[in-house]
């Protein structure tokens, strides 16, 4: 079964932004979950849908299928819950991992995450000086979460 093991982490300062190149990703949910989201996104030119096991644990079951652009834009534009999500991810080296920085735009603006996917739940992760809290298990950090109750709208941010 495919998997996916991360962890996430608020991002303190621009510190990794030296060098980093980002891609646009814009992302929907057909549905949110529980037992499962399923999402659709836009990523530079290539479009996926993905179907992740929806849990607080960092260690979830994931599938991901490409599929065409124009499905994707359709499916975006007229059949995802909530508000879209608007981000570019940038892939930034550190400690012998790739960290993915979201930064989100639109809804969810002024949010700024770090993603690093992990071989193992327990494998030691050096954590780069631009992280700050661990936000793995806070559902409201979680994409499909910020599509429902998006960050510009939180009463008490961080």
Not at 26 to 42: D, N, S
Not at 57 to 69: A, D, K, N, T, V
Not at 79 to 92: D, P
Not at 119 to 138: I, K, Q, R, T
Request: proline letters at 6%; one cysteine or more.
């Amino acid at each position: 079964m495919p998997t996916e093991i991360e962890r996430k982490f608020l991002v303190t300062n621009d510190a990794w932004r030296d060098g980093a190149e980002g891609e646009r990703y814009r992302q929907g949910y057909l549905t949110p979950g529980p037992p499962a989201a399923v999402r659709v996104r836009i990523a530079g030119s290539k479009a996926f849908l993905n179907i992740k096991e929806a849990t607080t644990r960092i260690h979830r079951q994931e599938f991901e299928y490409e599929i065409p652009l124009d499905h994707a834009h359709a499916l975006l534009d007229r059949l995802c819950a909530g508000h879209v999500i608007e981000k570019t991810r940038y892939r930034v080296p550190y400690g012998g991992r790739i960290w993915e920085i979201d930064v989100f735009e639109g809804v969810n603006e002024g949010l700024v995450v770090a993603e690093v996917e992990l071989d193992d739940e327990n494998a030691a992760v050096d954590l780069p000086p631009w992280v700050g809290e661990e936000v793995s298990s806070d559902i409201r950090y979680f994409n499909s979460s910020l599509a429902l109750h998006p960050y510009q709208k939180w009463k008490e941010r961080r």
